[in-house]
């Protein structure tokens, strides 16, 4: 592997999206890293918009972001003593999956980490073959994605062991998508490799892949329907609609989860590991058709 971080430190001045120090209310470190995708490619066209270039001012930053190939390499933009503003409006959960307040949220809260990746297929972004299909959080929008490249997967670990090198208290679970805190407003980052990325990063072969098992409605309300709740007749038909909502809603009451009708990790982790408790192979009965 051969590639190099780029030094792009963002001053500390007003006018600047950086907040220096992380706050008390975090305990003066962050709780956890949020990844991203920029919907762009070009990691220069990011440098721009994501104030890398110290004479730009800008109102958003992260603290890395990683380019499509070793060529480009990883930009850093923000010490990791320090807070980037990394996700900004429609904040609802924060980094365990509990309810977000100012003093919590993302940006003050969490390491932001953009990738270079285009997102879900769009006019002008025309799906390529190996494009990952996966919902989105209110499970009714199937998105094509475009993967993450070898050699930015292996920059995108790097990364991570950067930053748990540094704060070493952040655990696997504490990785979350912008989507996943900002719930209905944000899609980065369906579709996103977690479990190899957090193998990677920890070393732990072990960490289960709570994740692409519900990448897709079908597997989400198979889900639901195993662990007991009714959604009517029609069961995993794919059409995530008002009994899946209703009993997904209900899921999260019985389990002490944020209740709002959107599917994140946190949902993830919570059924996949209700699925476990109750002698249930989460894949098995996500990929079983009941119709
Ligand atoms: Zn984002």
Redesign the pocket.
Known sequence: MSFQFNEHLIPLNKGHAVGPGWTSATGHRPRGV?W???ALRSLNDCRGILGGYATITSKVSSHYCVGQAYTDGVDRYVSLENRSW??GIGQKIRWDGKASTNKTKGTRACI?I?TCNVGYERPGHPAGGDWIEAVNTDSKWIMKIEPWPEEQFNMMVAVGKEIIDRWPHIEWRDHH??HDICPGY?Q??AGFPFARLLRGIYGDPNIPDIWSPFWMPKARQRALIALGYDLGPTQDDGDFGNLSSRALLAFQKDNDSYVIPHWTTFTCDKIFHRLTDEGLDPITVSQTPLN
């Open positions: 949020t991203h995708w920029t990394h996700a932001g953009e998508g912008h944000k980065d980052v």
